[in-house]
Nanobody, 124 residues
Framework: QVQLEESGGGLVQAEGSLRLSCAAS????????VGWFRQAPGKEREFVAV????????HSANSVKGRFTISRDNAKNTVYLQMNSLKADDTAVYYC?????????????????WGQGTQVTVSS
């Protein structure tokens, strides 16, 4: 099994930037595709972005395209989410998740392993 831990969240002003990290332990993260999801208060968890095992393929939600970038460093067993031009609507708990199938999927149900989440709050 792989254990995931997110970090990098915090409070930022609108139009600011944050970089989230998802660090893995227990198994090498290169065995999994990794997705980022977020959940705002009173809302369902939603897909943000996903990256393939090698990092050569990514897919992002329309709401974050052009602002968020997902990347990975398999040597460091870490996946990143660079978030620029943040908006108040981006306020949520952000989770990373690993898919053993290595797919680029948006449905949270297919992801087997999850981190505990990191809070991102954007003030307007």
């Amino acid at each position: 099994q792989v254990q995931l831990e997110e970090s990098g969240g915090g409070l930022v002003q609108a139009e600011g930037s944050l970089r989230l990290s998802c660090a893995a332990s227990g198994r090498t993260l290169s065995s999994y595709s990794v997705g980022w999801f977020r959940q705002a208060p009173g809302k369902e968890r939603e897909f943000v972005a996903v990256i393939s095992r090698s990092g050569d393929s990514t897919h992002s939600a329309n709401s974050v395209k052009g602002r968020f970038t997902i990347s990975r460093d398999n040597a460091k067993n870490t996946v990143y989410l660079q978030m620029n031009s943040l908006k108040a609507d981006d306020t949520a708990v952000y989770y990373c998740a690993a898919d053993t199938g290595g797919r680029l999927l948006t449905a949270s149900q297919v992801y087997s392993y999850w981190g505990q989440g990191t809070q991102v709050t954007v003030s307007s």
